[in-house]
């Protein structure tokens, strides 16, 4: 049964293709926001044109309000991760939960050394589809929340959020084990981010490509591989179900990583291919596919900026 719960004080960090999606699902719940730190004040002063319309989610400085709000989303990339920690300490309030939808494995160890694993609750988003150009952003999709506490228990807050979720129009999931489910969600970004970035293919040109599968095959053994040795089990189902959700996807739609190329902007490169590599040497597992395609990203990436 869902609870009918239309008001959490909610905070999204990050102004992204992620934040902006999650903050239009939420935009009716009275009090949302953005926060912003002084710093980067100045970059968020245009209004944020989503879907045609403007988004009347206001942006507003950490450090100008006392409020505590019950939930921050935080919704950056991995490498802007660090950055958003001196907006998070102010608004701390003594029952904050904070939920990362981070792609990767390391967001919730990281925020929870720093602010405490009893405030951090597990979770990433997926189908989302969206085209980002400047201020403007156009979704496909409303995406879907997943998400669940560390040690997988139906907590009073994890259902609360749930409620909170639904209520106000934002998809939401909790599934059996929240390990594994982010896990498959890293072995799809690695597969796949990598793959039409360095191809700069949208979601029509990936669906049916043969070629690209065959290697997102190859590329999920060593997530596999590697996955095991951390103690998360994919099975060969979970690439192929990987492999059928990935076909369906259509339309003209980016990968983040493949927005990210194209806006020349930094990449999550070292936190999908680059990190099995990372994990694959700290265990003496051979990742060879992993490796080749954190390069040639790279390769791409500086080609493109000598133009």
């Not at 934040?19 to 009716?28: K, S």
């Not at 990936?206 to 060593?222: K, Y």
């Amino acid at each position: 049964m869902v609870i009918i719960i239309e008001n959490m004080k909610t905070v999204i960090i990050g102004r992204g293709s992620v934040g902006t999606n999650v903050a239009y699902n939420l935009r009716n719940v009275p009090g949302i926001s953005f926060r912003v730190d002084k710093e980067r004040e100045f970059r968020t002063r245009s209004n944020i044109v989503f879907n045609g319309e403007k988004l009347a989610v206001p942006t507003i400085v950490a450090e100008d309000t006392q409020d505590k709000p019950e939930l921050i989303v935080v919704a950056v990339k991995n490498f802007q991760l660090e950055s958003t920690f001196p907006v998070i300490e102010p608004l701390l309030g003594e029952n904050t939960i904070i939920l990362p939808l981070l792609n990767g494995i390391d967001s919730e160890r990281i925020l929870s050394e720093r602010f405490g694993s009893e405030r951090v609750v597990y979770a990433f988003i997926s189908n989302l589809s969206v085209v980002r150009e400047g201020n403007r952003v156009s979704s496909f999709s409303k995406g879907r929340i997943t998400m669940g506490e560390k040690d997988n228990s139906l907590s009073e807050r994890i259902l609360k959020l749930r409620d909170f979720f639904l209520s106000n129009g934002q998809d939401v999931v909790i599934p059996e084990d929240i390990h594994h489910e982010k896990w498959l969600k890293f072995m799809t970004n690695t597969c796949f981010n990598t793959l039409t970035a360095i191809l700069e293919a949208d979601y029509d040109a990936t669906g049916n490509n043969m070629d690209m599968i065959r290697v997102a095959r190859l590329v999920a053994r060593e997530v596999q591989t590697v996955g095991r040795k951390m103690g998360v089990e994919l099975s060969h189902d979970d690439v192929e179900t990987m492999i059928r959700n990935t076909s369906k996807l259509s339309g003209k739609g980016r990968s983040s990583m493949l927005e990210d190329v194209l806006a020349g902007r930094e990449t999550e490169n070292r936190y999908f291919t680059g990190a099995v590599s990372r994990m694959g040497k700290l265990y003496s597992i051979p990742t060879p596919y992993c490796d080749m395609l954190s390069i040639l990203l790279e390769a791409k990436r500086y080609v493109a900026n000598c133009h």
